[in-house]
């Protein structure tokens, strides 16, 4: 089945304590980004990667970071997270214009 | 990127009875799609309609794109209590990244 999986799906964590979202998707799509999703904000793109190796910033990036080594996963990394990070987090890929989702992670910061 | 912004913010209305919603966008697009979102769930893709059409049928949804306008509307005939979820918009921005508005949260009353 063509899915896109994220670990965890809920995450209570402590200010600074760092932490990565997984992200693996079993499509073979080259484009792959992480958003965040909060209320009456919408989503936002937080980074992208157009392929192997290729990550940039998207309209929310400060406090994150990305690696894209294989094809197949794109991690999603808060080297000290804050309260502020608390939120829904969403993990997409797609090839063509269609995008697929994975089912959120939703992330405590106290 | 720009982002699509939706409206109404909020609908509630009985089964049977068609929903509609609204995007509206800024700058000209290649493409406009619409997702649907289940409390706390990942993004579905519903529907692409391109700048070259008006009109596009899926179902029981119908889209439409003016692009005179720049606005796209979502019709959801006969709805169930199913339908309930927030739908979006969706634009293709530069970096063929993704941009997403605030969403409509339809209500539908059994």
């Known amino acids: 089945e063509a899915q896109v999986t994220q670990n965890p799906r809920y995450l209570i964590t402590v200010t600074g304590k760092k932490l990565t979202v997984t992200c693996s998707q079993n499509?073979?799509?080259?484009?792959m980004s992480w958003y965040r999703q909060d209320p009456g904000l919408g989503l936002r793109q937080i980074y992208y990667s157009m392929n192997v190796e290729v990550t940039d910033k998207g309209d929310v990036p400060e406090g994150y970071k990305v690696s894209r080594k294989e094809k197949r996963n794109f991690p999603l990394i808060l080297e000290s997270p804050s309260p502020n990070q608390t939120s829904l987090y969403f993990c997409a890929s797609r090839t063509g214009d269609e995008a697929f989702f994975g089912q959120g992670t939703r992330l405590t910061v106290v | 990127s720009q982002q699509g912004e939706e409206d109404p913010q909020a609908l509630s209305i009985q089964e049977g009875e068609n929903a509609t919603m609204n995007c509206s966008y800024k700058t000209s697009i290649n493409n406009l799609q619409w997702y649907r979102q289940n409390s706390g769930r990942g993004l579905v893709h519903l529907i692409l309609?391109?700048?070259?059409?008006r009109e596009k049928h899926s179902g029981r949804l119908r889209v439409t794109l003016d692009t005179s306008k720049k606005s796209s509307s979502l019709l959801i005939t006969a709805s169930r209590a199913a339908d309930t979820a927030s739908y979006f918009c969706a634009l293709p921005g530069s970096a063929r990244q993704l941009t997403f508005g605030s969403g409509t949260q339809l209500t539908v009353l059994p």
């Open positions: 499509m073979n799509h080259e484009y």
């Open positions: 309609i391109r700048s070259n059409e």
